[in-house]
């Protein structure tokens, strides 16, 4: 077989190869794209998915110490100053607990109240306080735009209640009530300034003095 039977020889050969890959060249292609897909898969960052809220929980998110707060109502008028040795607030229940409180508070009328206790806990807005180890609520004696006078009072127990916006006071605790010279004891209680009333419930006892004749 001479040279030029020889290439054409080759040249079939060849090109019989290459026809047979070429059956098989979209599957081969195929094979490269997935393994291109698969590694970009791999290889690409994740998106972060946001972190979950987390619940809160009754841990206190800031302190205060040796503090003294004030309110002031539209027209700059004093409402409440809080002093306390040590403050701690929840999230959770967006309460201030404080230790050794004491809190001033002027009603509409200018008339002052003082709380004092081992320990209370106030909501937000500091218009509901719940005093706690030695409470004591003391509202001055206050003279009328009427010329009345009403006499100084005083509760005293180891936990009181007061609603400072609408100027109660409750307990479900012993209590003790000085109003003027007159005292009073009971189990429970619930005083209402604004309406002038005050109901003493379980065993009631108390000593009433007349006021002075004028």
């Given at each position: ?60 998110d800031y302190f205060m110490r040796r503090f003294s707060v004030k309110s002031f109502d539209a027209s700059g008028r004093l409402k409440s100053e809080v002093f306390g040795t040590e403050a701690r607030h929840y999230p959770d229940t967006d309460t201030l607990e404080i230790d ?115």
């Amino acid at each position: 077989m001479n040279a030029a039977s020889l290439r054409a020889a080759g040249w079939w050969q060849v090109r019989g190869a290459w026809e047979r890959v070429s059956v098989y060249l979209p599957i081969i292609l195929m094979g490269f794209m997935a393994l291109g897909t698969y590694w970009l898969a791999r290889n690409t960052p994740v998106a972060e998915t946001p972190e979950a809220k987390r619940a809160a929980t009754h841990e206190p998110d800031y302190f205060m110490r040796r503090f003294s707060v004030k309110s002031f109502d539209a027209s700059g008028r004093l409402k409440s100053e809080v002093f306390g040795t040590e403050a701690r607030h929840y999230p959770d229940t967006d309460t201030l607990e404080i230790d050794q409180p004491r809190i001033r508070s002027f009603n509409v009328r200018g008339e002052l109240t003082v709380a004092t206790a081992r320990l209370a806990l106030s909501n937000a807005d500091g218009s509901e306080v719940q005093l706690m180890g030695n409470a004591v609520v003391t509202r001055e004696a206050v003279t009328d735009t009427a010329g009345m006078t009403r006499p100084r009072l005083e509760f005293r127990g180891e936990f009181l209640h007061a609603f400072l916006e609408t100027e109660r006071v409750r307990s479900n605790k012993p209590v003790e009530l000085t109003r003027g010279d007159s005292r009073f004891t009971a189990d429970s209680l619930d005083y209402d300034s604004i309406d002038q009333q005050m109901e003493l419930r379980g065993r009631v006892r108390g000593t009433l003095v007349p006021a002075p004749s004028r």
